[in-house]
């Protein structure tokens, strides 16, 4: 398995969340860095404050998104630019819309759940496609929500941008890990 490409894609998913926001018509309430007073309330395991929320960094929230989002959808079992599109899916709408938006388009049963079936499917196609999938997917959905008057241009901008981002980390050339010592290739 390929060293994980977590801290990569994280940095890509903070660019689009931003700094801390207390917008009255967004109905996730204070958030910072893309975490919800609810989802930080849910992480400390009792309610959170707006202080806390604005307080956090990158840093402080990466476990977070670690555990609640990236090992939720499995991304280091999925292919480079996939993990991207389906992370950044599932910080969005959360892990479980994002797995079978997934699910429906490699055609297996739509659990929520990905696992070793979904994996097979996954590896049995192109990235590329499914990379295009799921991002026509995620906007199909985003555009039947109450707020996409409000907000749907962000949003379709957002899932344009993971889009290419996500095609072109698809279709990098894999680059060999190197020995920091000896500087020779490492065997996988």
Known sequence: MAASSFDRVLLLVLA?????????????????????IGSLS????????????????????APLYRRRYWDAIQGDALPAGLDYGLFDFAVNSGPKRAVIGLQRL?????????GPVTLRAIAAQDAGRLIGGLCDARLAFLR???????????????????????????????????CPTCAKPLAA
């Open 106 to 114: 490699v055609g297996v049963a739509d659990d929520g759940r990905l």
């Open 144 to 178: 039947q929500l109450s707020t996409w008057d409000r907000y749907g241009k962000g949003w379709a901008r957002r899932v344009a941008e993971v889009r290419a981002a996500a095609l072109a980390l698809a279709s990098a050339p894999v680059t060999p890990a190197v």
């Open 16 to 36: 689009h969340e931003g700094g801390y926001v207390d917008d009255p018509h967004d109905p996730g309430g204070a958030t910072n860095l893309g975490v919800t």
């Open 42 to 61: 849910l992480w400390l395991g009792r309610p959170a404050t707006k202080a806390e929320v604005r307080a956090l960094t990158r840093a402080s929230v």
